[in-house]
C-alpha cells in the first residue's frame, strides 16, 4: 500500500512514474551507445597497429565508431532535454535510436553489416523507446493502461509494475523486430550482390582475421573466394601466405593440408 505522502505526490503528479522512465531509458541508451562506440574506437585503434592494418574496411569501421558515440551524446542530452520540451526531445531520441542502425551495418558492409547492426540494438531499442513514450506521453499510456484518471490517483504497487511491464514487453518486441529487420536487410543485400562483391567482402574478412592472429579463418576466407574462382591469383597467393603463417604456429598445418589436397 502506498503511504499517504506517496498519495499526495501522486495525486499531485501522477506522470511522474512515465516521465521518469523515459528518462531513465534515454540515459540507459545513451549509456549502451558510449559503450558501444568504445568498442569502435578501441577496436579501430588495435587493428591499425596491428600489422596488417585496417584493411579496407577501417575508415568506416572508425566513422562508425564516431557516429554511434555522437548519437549516444546526443540520446544523452534527449534525457535532459525532456523536462523542459518533450517533443522536441521524444523526436531526437527516436532520430538517435533509429539512425544507428544504418550507420552500424555501413561501418560493417565489408564483414557483414548485420553484425554491426546487431551492435546498436541495445543502444537502439532504448533510444527509439524513449523516442516514442516521449512523443506518445506518459499520460496518454497511462491512461489506456490503467482506465480513466480518477482511478489512476489509487494506483497500487501492482498497477505501477503493470506499467512498466508493459514497457520492458514494448522492448522486448522491439528488439525482436530490429532484429528480423536487420536478418531481411542483410539477406536482401546478400542477394544482390555479385561474385566481385562476394570476393571483396571475403578478402576483408581474412586481412581482419590475419590481423588478429586468426590464419585458419583467414585461410577459410580464401577458401570461398577460390570456391567461386579458382583461377584468382591474388587469392592463393595471399592463402598460401596464410598458410605458411599458420604452419609456423601449428607444424603439422601444412601437413594436415598436404594430407587434403593429395
Known amino acids: 500500500m502506498m503511504t499517504g505522502k506517496e498519495k499526495d505526490e501522486l495525486q499531485a503528479d501522477p506522470d511522474r512514474l512515465g516521465r521518469l522512465s523515459i528518462q531513465a531509458l534515454a540515459l540507459l541508451g545513451g549509456l549502451a551507445g558510449v559503450l558501444i562506440a568504445a ?30 558515440l555522437l548519437l549516444a551524446v546526443a540520446g544523452t542530452a534527449g534525457a535532459a532535454l525532456y523536462r523542459n520540451s518533450p517533443k522536441k526531445a521524444g ?23 548485420f553484425l554491426g547492426w546487431s551492435a546498436w540494438i541495445p543502444a537502439g531499442v532504448l533510444l527509439t523507446a524513449a523516442g516514442i513514450l516521449a512523443l506518445v506521453t506518459p499520460q496518454a499510456l497511462r491512461t489506456r493502461l490503467l482506465g480513466q484518471e480518477g482511478d489512476s490517483l489509487e494506483r497500487e504497487p501492482i498497477e505501477q509494475a503493470l ?42 574478412q581474412a586481412e581482419t582475421a590475419a590481423s588478429m592472429g586468426r590464419w585458419d579463418r583467414s585461410v577459410q576466407a580464401y577458401d570461398q573466394i577460390l570456391s567461386r574462382n579458382q583461377s584468382n591469383q591474388e587469392a592463393q597467393e595471399k592463402r598460401a601466405y596464410a598458410l605458411e603463417k599458420l604452419g609456423e604456429e601449428d607444424g603439422s598445418g601444412q601437413k594436415r593440408e598436404t594430407q587434403r589436397l593429395s
Open 163 to 204: 506499467f512498466i511491464g508493459t514497457i520492458l514487453a514494448s522492448i522486448g518486441v522491439m528488439t525482436v523486430i530490429f532484429l528480423f529487420s536487420g536478418l531481411l536487410i542483410n539477406a536482401a543485400e546478400e542477394s544482390l550482390k555479385d561474385d566481385a562483391a562476394r570476393d571483396q567482402e571475403d578478402f576483408a
Open 39 to 68: 568498442f569502435h574506437l578501441l577496436g579501430s585503434v588495435i587493428f591499425s597497429s596491428s600489422s596488417h592494418g585496417l584493411g579496407g574496411w577501417g575508415l568506416l569501421y572508425q566513422m562508425g565508431g564516431i557516429a554511434f
Open 91 to 113: 523526436l531526437l531520441l527516436l532520430f538517435c535510436g533509429l539512425l544507428g542502425f544504418p550507420v552500424g551495418y555501413i561501418a560493417w558492409i565489408n564483414q557483414g553489416g
